[in-house]
Every structure is written in C-alpha cells, then in structure tokens.
C-alpha cells in the first residue's frame, strides 16, 4: 500500500493540472483521480505498473472522457471527433506576474496557442510540459505514433506560420512555464 501511496502523491498534482486543462471540473477531476487509484487496488496493479505517469494520464483522460459521456453535462464539445477544449495556461512564477511586461508576454503566448485546436493544444502540452515522448503521447491520445508526429510538427508549424515573435519564447521557455 506504500507504493501505491508514494505514485499517489509523486503523481496528483500533474494529473490534477491535466484535468482541470482538459476542462473538467475540479470536482469532477477528483473524482476521476480517485477512481483510478481505487480501480488500480481492486486489480492489485501497483506492481505492475512499468511507467506509471504515462499509464495515469491515460487513464484519468480516459475516466474523465467516460464520465463525460456517462453525464453530458459538459457543453460545448464536439463529441464526433472526440475533440475537448484542452485549455493550455502559461504558469508564470508568482513575482513575475507582477510585473506587467511579464503579464503581456504572457497574455500574447496565450493568445498564440489558443490560434491552435484543442487537441494540438493538448499535445504541445503533453510534449513539452509533462515531456512525454512520442510513443507515449500517442498511448495517452489513443492515437498512432505517426498521427501523433504529425500532429505536433502540424501545430508547431501553425505556430511558427503565425507570425508571432512569442513562438520562439515559447520554445525557448517551456520549461520554465
């Protein structure tokens, strides 16, 4: 049971984060965290559990995807194509956002990724943020890892042809964001 407690709190947090970005409220992302730590006791599949970060992101997206379709209280959503409205925030440390250069910069980042579709907002932010590589981006989407590729190199291609000096900032501070 100390294991599963150690991946809990090593792991809630960004699990939380990815929820409440994927849109979700943070009741509901709760909720779903719960259930899939309590479903990976039932099962006894803490032992098993070779990379946990990337199997829990899966399968917090894909609890909440479930809910979402259990209730369909969550409005505008394009359900056909699976498409959710990823929100992707710039974190900008408590005393720069303060500063109102930083909160400009910050505003126009903002507006550069919401030019992008949810899902390419998700993937930058899985890419870059969480630094999930490709083949477990694509586990977590349930998308190929070509598709997936594509999609990235698709989304960093909209944000280059943008026309804003903020990409390469982006490019430059993922990290830091």
């Known amino acids: 049971m100390d294991k599963i407690g150690n991946i809990y709190n090593a792991h809630v947090d960004d699990l939380f984060s990815y929820g409440i970005r ?15 730590f309590h479903r990976i006791i039932l099962n006894n599949k803490e032992e098993g559990l ?7 992101h899966k399968s917090l997206r894909n609890e909440l995807f479930n809910e979402f379709r259990r209730s369909k209280k969550v409005v505008l959503l394009d359900t056909n194509n699976e498409t ?3 929100e992707l925030q710039v974190n900008v440390e408590d005393m720069l956002i303060e500063d109102e250069f930083k909160d400009q910069i910050k505003s126009k980042i903002e507006n550069t990724l919401n030019e992008l579709t949810p899902k390419q907002r998700e993937i930058i932010y899985l890419r870059y943020t969480q630094d999930y590589d490709y083949q477990q981006i694509a586990e977590i989407m349930d998308i190929s890892v070509p598709s997936c590729r594509n999609l990235i190199l698709k989304a960093l291609k909209q944000l280059r042809a943008s026309d804003n000096q903020y990409f ?10």
């Open 22 to 36: 994927l849109g979700f409220l943070k009741e509901q992302v709760m909720d779903a965290i719960h259930n899939v």
């Open 50 to 56: 070779v990379n946990p970060k990337s199997y829990l």
């Open 84 to 86: 959710f409205p990823f």
């Open 168 to 177: 390469l900032f982006l490019a430059l501070q993922h990290k830091n964001l």
